[in-house]
């Protein structure tokens, strides 16, 4: 892990960033948890994680970070009505942001990647990530 000027980044995230990785990896719900519990954006966790050279793994989304294939996230082969609505009403610029992939699933009480396979479905790109990295 790198070595920063603590007037780089925010020493609480750093403290929590270096209790939480191993091998400079932390999984997405690890750095979401750093983020709730430090009451610190997602995004400025994201950017020291970057700073720190920590990789960001097993996206709660399920686009990227799984070994070895990469992503595990698939297609949904059915998706309900409403799914795809609320979905298509949260798109910006085309694309679904991470943030409302976790609203949209929350509210109907789903599992995010449910919302990820859906999205895949319907050929839609969910980007920004949260923590910046997509």
């Given at each position: 892990m790198k070595?920063?000027?603590t007037d780089t980044i925010d020493a609480a995230i750093v403290e929590a960033v270096k209790k939480?990785?191993?091998n400079n990896e932390l999984a997405c719900a690890d750095a979401t948890a750093v983020a709730?519990?430090?009451?610190?954006?997602?995004?400025?966790v994201g950017l020291a994680l970057d700073l720190l050279e920590v990789s960001i793994t097993k996206c709660q989304?399920?686009?990227f970070g799984y070994y070895p294939q990469k992503r595990i996230v698939s297609p949904a082969r059915h998706?309900?009505?409403e799914l795809e609505q609320?979905?298509?009403?949260?798109?910006?610029?085309?694309a679904l942001p991470c943030d409302a992939a976790w609203e949209i699933a929350e509210k109907a009480a789903l599992h995010k990647m449910k919302v990820a396979s859906a999205?895949?479905?319907l050929k839609i790109k969910i980007k920004p990530c949260q923590l910046g990295t997509f």
């Open positions: 070595s920063l000027p939480s990785s191993v709730v519990t430090l009451n610190k954006p997602m995004l400025e989304l399920g686009l998706i309900a009505p609320a979905i298509r009403e949260r798109l910006v610029n085309g999205c895949e479905a």
